[in-house]
C-alpha cells in the first residue's frame, strides 16, 4: 500500500502564487515510475482532470495545456516528496487537487489518465478569487 498526503492548498487571488506539496510512505514494496496531480473543480462530476507528472527517475516532466507555462512539477527522491508550484493562479484553477502515483510505468498518454492510477491522496483544496 502507498499512502499520499498533500499539503498547501488554500486561497489566493488571480495572479498569486500556491505551492503544493504531497509526501509518499509505505512504498517499499513498490517502484515510483512517476508521480502525477490531477484537479475536480467543484460540482465536477466527471473524471479528474490532469494538471501535471513528472517521472521520478530522469525527472521529465508533463503538462496540461491549461497550465502549461504556469505551474511546474518537480520531485525530490531524497524525500520521497513531489510539488506542484502554481504561479499566476486563475479563478478557473479552483478546484481539490489531488496527488497520485504510478507504480506501473505508465505511458505518457496514460500518465493523463486518472483511471489508470491506483493510489490517490485525500486532496487539498485550491480557491483563486478575481
Known amino acids: 500500500q502507498v499512502q499520499l498526503v498533500e499539503s498547501g492548498g488554500g486561497s489566493a487571488q488571480a495572479g498569486n502564487s500556491l505551492r503544493l506539496s504531497c509526501a509518499t510512505s509505505?512504498?517499499?514494496?513498490?517502484?515510483?515510475?512517476?508521480m502525477s496531480w490531477f484537479r475536480q473543480a467543484p460540482g465536477q462530476e466527471r473524471e479528474r482532470e490532469f494538471v501535471a507528472a513528472i517521472t521520478w527517475r530522469g525527472g521529465i516532466t508533463y503538462y496540461a495545456d491549461s497550465v502549461k507555462g504556469r505551474f511546474t512539477i518537480s520531485r525530490d527522491r531524497a524525500k520521497n516528496t513531489v510539488s506542484l508550484q502554481l504561479d499566476n493562479l486563475k479563478p478557473e484553477d479552483t478546484a481539490v487537487y489531488y496527488c497520485?502515483?504510478?507504480?506501473?510505468?505508465?505511458?505518457?498518454?496514460?500518465?493523463?489518465?486518472?483511471?489508470?492510477?491506483?493510489?490517490w491522496g485525500q486532496g487539498t483544496p485550491v480557491t483563486v478569487s478575481s
Open positions: 497520485t502515483v504510478d507504480v506501473q510505468g505508465l505511458s505518457r498518454e496514460s500518465l493523463r489518465i486518472s483511471s489508470k492510477y491506483t493510489f
Open positions: 509505505g512504498r517499499r514494496a513498490f517502484i515510483i515510475y512517476a
